[in-house]
């Protein structure tokens, strides 16, 4: 398979399933474009794997070591075509592609179970899973800088997987997944345990100030994160603003309504994530 066609590919995989990368990517010039495709498909790869519930962990986990050596000999792959693409952008521009190998681990502690007792045990989790995909989209975006944006950008990714966890509170423990440091729900007396009809046994005031107070947390890595798009061209500035702005919107719902997070998946309607990457072009990032 050709570049081309392995970009088109990739295209083709951000346009059916990133529901809220896409805006951002669109608004990127066409080599870029290309080059975070296949960044993104790459990842996705690597998040069906981990999010595959009907097949063993253990065959899941052999898929994710199957993926990290494929990744590991990245040219050699010519009918892959995430890895054909994959291998160009990063020929073209300076793309981390050892950061993978941290979104692989994140995946492989989803894999396992892995609980999180304080906030820098998430932490840890955060950075391997988001930050990580930030450092990859700041190798396509360019920097003059990059020892000061590295650090920005895995703050935003860290800022992005936090509202993530907000935001999927409830499908995550409906599953049995809860992400939250047990030492944070000690802290507001809560368990984030459901009855069979799903309904959280926890006071409602003391599961809103919990949310609230997490929510605060992901504002502050958003406060850092976003002194990221100075440091970039107008382009892929606005890039990284509108997906980051669509976040942020979903941040201050949930921070105005926390029960109604945790009742239901919070989401923005197609035209606010429109409105939003708007902005970020016209260089507005509130």
Same mark, same amino acid.
């Given at each position: 398979?050709?570049?081309?066609?392995?970009?088109r590919?990739?295209?083709s995989?951000?346009?059916?399933?990133?529901?809220?990368?896409s805006?951002g990517?669109?608004? $990127?010039p066409?080599p870029?474009?290309?080059?975070?495709?296949?960044?993104y498909?790459? *990842?996705?790869?690597?998040d069906?794997?981990g999010?595959d519930?009907?097949a063993? !962990?253990?065959d #899941?986990?052999?898929?994710l070591?199957?993926? /990290?050596?494929r990744?590991?000999?990245?040219?050699s792959?010519p +009918?892959?075509p995430?890895?054909?693409?994959?291998?160009? %952008?990063? =020929?073209r521009h300076p793309?981390p $592609?050892?950061a993978f190998?941290e979104?692989i681990?994140?995946?492989?502690?989803d894999?396992?179970?892995?609980?999180?007792?304080t906030f820098d045990?998430?932490?840890w989790?955060? =950075?391997c899973?988001?930050?990580?995909?930030g450092?990859? +989209?700041?190798?396509?975006?360019?920097? +003059?800088?990059?020892?000061?944006?590295v650090? =920005?950008?895995?703050?935003?990714?860290?800022a992005?997987?936090?509202?993530?966890i907000?935001?999927?509170?409830?499908?995550?423990?409906? +599953?049995?997944r809860v992400?939250l440091?047990?030492?944070?729900?000690? /802290?507001?007396g809560?368990? $984030?345990?459901r009855?069979?009809?799903? =309904? $959280?046994h926890?006071?409602?005031?003391?599961? %809103?100030?919990?949310?609230?107070f997490?929510?605060g947390?992901?504002?502050?890595?958003?406060?850092?994160?976003?002194?990221?798009l100075?440091m970039?061209? #107008?382009?892929s500035?606005?890039?990284?603003g509108?997906? !980051?702005?669509i976040?942020r919107?979903?941040l201050?719902?949930?921070t105005?309504d926390?029960l109604? *997070?945790?009742?239901?998946?919070?989401?923005l309607?197609a035209w606010?994530?429109?409105?939003?990457s %708007?902005?970020a072009?016209a260089?507005i990032?509130?």
């Open positions: 398979m050709d570049a081309p066609d392995a970009y590919h990739c295209e995989v951000v346009r059916s399933q990133a529901r809220n990368f805006y990517i669109r608004l $990127l066409p870029k474009r290309r080059a975070l495709s296949a960044v498909a790459f *990842a996705r790869r690597i069906d794997i999010d519930h009907d063993p !962990a253990a #899941r986990l052999s898929r070591a199957d993926e /990290r050596d990744l590991a000999a990245v040219d792959h +009918s892959d995430v890895l054909v693409a994959l291998a160009d %952008a990063a =020929r793309v $592609l050892d190998g979104l681990d994140g995946c492989e502690a894999v396992r179970g892995e609980t999180y007792d045990d998430l932490l989790y955060c =950075r899973v988001a930050g990580a995909v450092r990859l +989209s700041l190798g396509v975006f360019g920097t +003059s800088d990059r020892e000061t944006a650090p =920005r950008a895995d703050a935003l990714g860290v992005l997987q936090l509202t993530n907000l935001r999927d509170v409830r499908e995550d423990g409906l +599953s049995g992400y440091p047990a030492k944070d729900l000690v /802290r507001f809560c368990t $984030l345990e009855d069979g009809a799903g =309904r $959280l926890d006071e409602p005031e003391r599961l %809103a100030d919990l949310v609230r997490e929510a947390r992901a504002a502050e890595w958003y406060d850092t994160g976003l002194q990221l100075p970039l061209d #107008r382009r500035a606005a890039c990284a509108a997906m !980051a702005g976040y919107q979903l201050r719902r949930i105005a926390p109604a *997070a945790l009742d239901h998946r919070t989401s309607p606010q994530k429109a409105t939003v %708007a902005r072009m260089g990032h509130r």
